[in-house]
Every structure is written in structure tokens, then in C-alpha cells.
């Protein structure tokens, strides 16, 4: 059966998700975490694309995406076959390592971006892998409230988002409660 084209216009901005086959981990060491960021950043240098926010869970990842002249498909579908190229090689596996197609959302709103990042920024401690965000050493969130750059990284348009000091008011932000605010989680995790 083929699979039907999405949408997709220069400039456009997604929450990607991707989740291990079965839910399994996608990770199994820092080794691939690293792996991961490294192709991801040969898959930008190839197709440049912006990348706004970033966390690699256990058995799934979060992006926060702005396609430039690719097509969002052609910059997953060359990044996740080149891991899943590695994944199985380095540990003897055959088959899928990403369960069935990526999840892509539209993010069409200033609101829907920076809500998307503060989902993004918070998935480790709503997963309980940490009680600060900014301990999770595999979440671009470190790179903000720490300003240190990250070439993967492009901090500026959600930083613009927030008034002076624009790192402290995004750090309030992303950590505080999000009772007021909810966010739709099935969108989100498509």
C-alpha cells in the first residue's frame, strides 16, 4: 500500500516524535544518544533545516523542526535509516527500530511553538527520568538555561518569544506549572 504524501511547505515548523519499535528503547547507551545528535547534525549539514528544541528519551525523541528546502520526510526518513542502520549493526539486531512512521504536528502559532517547547523541555520529568529539567544532559533545555551554544541548536526564535532577561523568563516558563495552560497530549505525541 503506498503511503500518502504530506504536506509540506518551505518554512514550516513541526513537533516530530518518533517512538522504538514494540516501544522498546531506541538507546541502550550514551554511545547512541551520541550517535543519534551526530547524525542528526550530518542529516542539517546535508538538508539544512533548523532545529528549535530536542529530547532523546529512552524509547522515543521529540523535535521541535523548521524545514527549510527539503521536505520534513526526506530529512527523517535520511536521518532514522542511517541510525537504525547503526542500531542494529552495533547490536546484532534485524528488523524495524522506529515503530511505524514518525508523528509529525503542524506548529502554526507563536502559543503552539513555545507550548511545544515547553512539552518538549519538560518530557523527562513528566517521564520521571529526572526532577529538574535542566539535569537531563540529553534535552536541548541545558543549552538554553545554561546559554551555552550548540551547533545543532538554534535558540533565538523561541528566545524572542520572552521579554528581558529572555533566558530567565523562558526558564519560568518551561518550569512552571502548567495547570493554567493544558496542553493536549495525544496531539502532541502524534
Given at each position: 500500500?503506498?503511503r500518502?504524501?504530506?504536506?509540506?511547505?518551505?518554512?514550516?515548523?513541526?513537533?516530530?516524535?518518533?517512538?522504538?519499535?514494540?516501544?522498546?528503547?531506541?538507546?541502550?547507551?550514551?554511545?547512541?544518544?551520541?550517535?543519534?545528535?551526530?547524525?542528526?547534525?550530518?542529516?542539517?549539514?546535508?538538508?539544512?533545516?533548523?532545529?528549535?528544541?530536542?529530547?532523546?528519551?529512552?524509547?522515543?525523541?521529540?523535535?521541535?523542526?523548521?524545514?527549510?528546502?527539503?521536505?520534513?520526510?526526506?530529512?527523517?526518513?535520511?536521518?532514522?535509516?542511517?541510525?537504525?542502520?547503526?542500531?542494529?549493526?552495533?547490536?546484532?539486531?534485524?528488523?524495524?527500530?522506529?515503530?511505524?512512521?514518525?508523528?509529525?504536528?503542524?506548529?502554526?502559532?507563536?502559543?503552539?511553538?513555545?507550548?511545544?517547547?515547553?512539552?518538549?523541555?519538560?518530557?523527562?520529568?513528566?517521564?520521571?527520568?529526572?526532577?529538574?529539567?535542566?539535569?537531563?544532559?540529553?534535552?536541548?533545555?541545558?543549552?538554553?538555561?545554561?546559554s551555552?551554544?550548540?551547533?545543532?541548536?538554534?535558540?533565538?526564535?523561541?528566545?524572542?518569544?520572552?521579554?528581558?532577561?529572555?533566558?530567565?523568563?523562558y526558564?519560568?516558563?518551561?518550569?512552571?506549572?502548567?495547570?493554567?495552560?493544558?496542553?493536549?497530549?495525544?496531539?502532541?505525541?502524534?
Amino acid at each position: 500500500m503506498v503511503r500518502t504524501p504530506r504536506n509540506w511547505s518551505p518554512g514550516t515548523t513541526y513537533h516530530v516524535t518518533a517512538r522504538g519499535n514494540r516501544k522498546q528503547d531506541l538507546f541502550h547507551d550514551d554511545g547512541d544518544r551520541k550517535k543519534y545528535l551526530t547524525y542528526l547534525q550530518e542529516t542539517k549539514d546535508k538538508y539544512p533545516f533548523t532545529i528549535h528544541a530536542y529530547c532523546l528519551m529512552p524509547n522515543h525523541i521529540h523535535l521541535l523542526i523548521e524545514t527549510h528546502d527539503v521536505p520534513l520526510e526526506k530529512i527523517i526518513r535520511t536521518h532514522h535509516t542511517r541510525y537504525a542502520v547503526y542500531f542494529n549493526k552495533k547490536y546484532d539486531y534485524v528488523g524495524h527500530v522506529f515503530q511505524g512512521r514518525y508523528g509529525s504536528t503542524n506548529i502554526d502559532t507563536p502559543s503552539y511553538f513555545i507550548k511545544a517547547s515547553r512539552y518538549i523541555h519538560q518530557n523527562p520529568v513528566e517521564g520521571k527520568l529526572t526532577i529538574r529539567p535542566e539535569a537531563y544532559p540529553w534535552s536541548s533545555y541545558p543549552f538554553y538555561v545554561h546559554s551555552i551554544d550548540h551547533p545543532l541548536l538554534s535558540k533565538e526564535r523561541t528566545l524572542n518569544y520572552f521579554p528581558a532577561p529572555q533566558v530567565n523568563r523562558y526558564k519560568e516558563y518551561v518550569e512552571k506549572e502548567v495547570q493554567d495552560e493544558p496542553i493536549d497530549k495525544k496531539t502532541m505525541e502524534k
